[in-house]
């Protein structure tokens, strides 16, 4: 009934219900944060319950995720994206979204989930947050195409086993942050050309 209302933070993995027949669109909000991932949430992306939002934040509870995610088309105005503990991201072909900014935090980084990160022609700002006590290597790989306008890159606890970047990835890399990522393995002339990219305006920042 809060026909008005921009802004909803919840405070951790909230379910909300299904909306009845006769529940209205939230046209007005524009961000919502803490909500579970599970059948109801997808219900309700799926409805376009809440077609102008610009922030959203989801924690996974163990739900397949794809179905949700690609249920997400409707939003178009939907810039920053925020999921805890992702297992499973959709194929590129299901997940057209306008995102600038990304933020996985416990997510499963496979090679399926790089290329769909990369295949994301806005994005902007990318931040991967892993596990600080659990030891699950990753292998990183950027093709030659992915990430064109990424400007912000950042790894937090993250056991990346290799980190592989095609000549033109990330060729618009302004900034990048390493913490914590103790196993990290790169080939000598991708850093080089991540430096490169870094000269004169960027920054590096490795902890």
């Known amino acids: 009934m809060l026909e008005k209302l921009r802004h909803l933070y919840l405070g951790g993995p909230t379910s909300i219900?299904?909306?009845?027949?006769?529940?209205?669109?939230?046209?007005?909000?524009?961000?919502?944060?803490?909500?579970?991932?599970?059948?109801?949430?997808?219900?309700?992306?799926?409805?376009?319950?809440?077609?102008?939002?610009?922030?959203?934040?989801?924690?996974?509870?163990?739900?397949?995720?794809?179905?949700?995610?690609?249920?997400?088309?409707?939003?178009?105005h939907l810039q920053t994206l925020k999921i805890y503990e992702l297992f499973q991201l959709p194929s590129p072909n299901s997940f057209h979204l306008k995102l600038t900014n990304v933020t996985l935090v416990h997510a499963n980084l496979s090679s399926t989930a790089t290329s769909v990160l990369g295949s994301l022609p806005y994005l902007r700002i990318l931040k991967l947050?892993?596990?600080?006590?659990?030891?699950?290597?990753?292998?990183?790989?950027?093709?030659?195409?992915?990430?064109?306008?990424?400007?912000?890159?950042?790894?937090?606890?993250l056991w990346i086993s290799y980190w592989?970047?095609?000549k033109g990835a990330m060729s618009s890399l302004r900034r990048l942050v390493i913490n914590n990522c103790p196993s990290l393995i790169m080939r000598p002339e991708e850093l080089y050309m991540v430096l490169d990219c870094l000269a004169g305006f960027g920054s590096l920042t490795s902890l």
């Open 17 to 76: 219900p299904r909306a009845r027949t006769d529940d209205k669109a939230l046209r007005n909000l524009q961000v919502l944060t803490g909500i579970a991932i599970n059948q109801d949430t997808e219900y309700l992306f799926a409805k376009d319950m809440f077609p102008n939002l610009r922030k959203l934040g989801l924690h996974s509870l163990e739900w397949p995720e794809t179905g949700l995610l690609s249920s997400l088309r409707h939003l178009h």
């Open 129 to 157: 947050q892993g596990f600080r006590r659990e030891c699950i290597e990753i292998y990183l790989h950027c093709n030659e195409s992915s990430f064109r306008q990424l400007d912000v890159f950042e790894m937090v606890d």
């Open 164 to 166: 592989e970047l095609g």
